[in-house]
C-alpha cells in the first residue's frame, strides 16, 4: 500500500501535491512581536487598548499578512501602531504548539526619529523604558523577551 501511495504521489508532480498538502494541513496565524530598541538600550513599549486590562503593556505586536516575510511584519506593525521606523534584527524566539497559532519574536533597531504618534484605535499610550523599569500590567513573556530569558 505504502508503494502505491509513493506511486501516486509521484505522479501527481506539481501543483496538485501542493493543493493536496494544504487541503491535509492545519492553516496558522503568524503572531509577529519586535523588541525595539533605541541607541541608548531603551525599549519600546505600548499600553494596548484591545489587550486586558490588568495586562494592557507589551512589544509591539501584530500578525503577518499573507505572503508577508516575518522580519518586515515587524517593520510594518510598528509603522502602523507607532509611527516609528525600525530596523528588524534577529530572529530571538520561535514557538508553535498553540492551536492554529505560531509566534515569533525579532530584535528590532530605531532608525529614525524617536518621538512616537501612536494609533489611537489600537494603541493608547506609548513609552521608551530601560529594561529595569519596565510598566506594571506588562505582559510576561513580552517581559521576559525584552530581558533576555524564555518565554514559557
Do not use: C
Not at 511584519?73 to 530596523?87: A, H, M, N, P, Q
Not at 497559532?101 to 530584535?107: C, L, S
Not at 506594571?136 to 513580552?142: C, K, L
Amino acid at each position: 500500500m505504502k508503494r502505491l501511495i509513493a506511486r501516486v504521489w509521484r505522479a501527481i508532480r506539481g501543483p496538485m501535491q501542493w493543493r493536496i498538502l494544504w487541503l491535509a494541513h492545519s492553516k496558522y496565524m503568524i503572531g509577529v512581536t519586535g523588541i525595539v530598541r533605541d541607541d541608548a538600550g531603551r525599549v519600546l513599549v505600548l499600553r494596548h487598548r484591545m489587550w486586558p486590562a490588568h495586562q494592557q503593556w507589551g512589544l509591539p505586536t501584530g500578525y503577518a499578512a499573507k505572503g508577508e516575510e516575518l522580519a518586515q511584519t515587524v517593520v510594518r506593525e510598528v509603522r502602523e501602531e507607532t509611527g516609528l521606523e525600525v530596523k528588524a534584527g534577529r530572529l530571538v524566539h520561535l514557538k508553535s504548539g498553540y492551536k492554529l497559532r505560531v509566534e515569533v519574536a525579532y530584535e528590532a533597531r530605531l532608525v529614525g526619529d524617536a518621538t512616537p504618534r501612536i494609533d489611537s484605535f489600537e494603541i493608547l499610550e506609548a513609552r521608551w523604558v530601560t529594561p529595569d523599569s519596565l510598566p506594571h500590567g506588562m505582559q510576561d513573556s513580552h517581559r521576559q523577551l525584552i530581558t533576555g530569558s524564555t518565554p514559557a
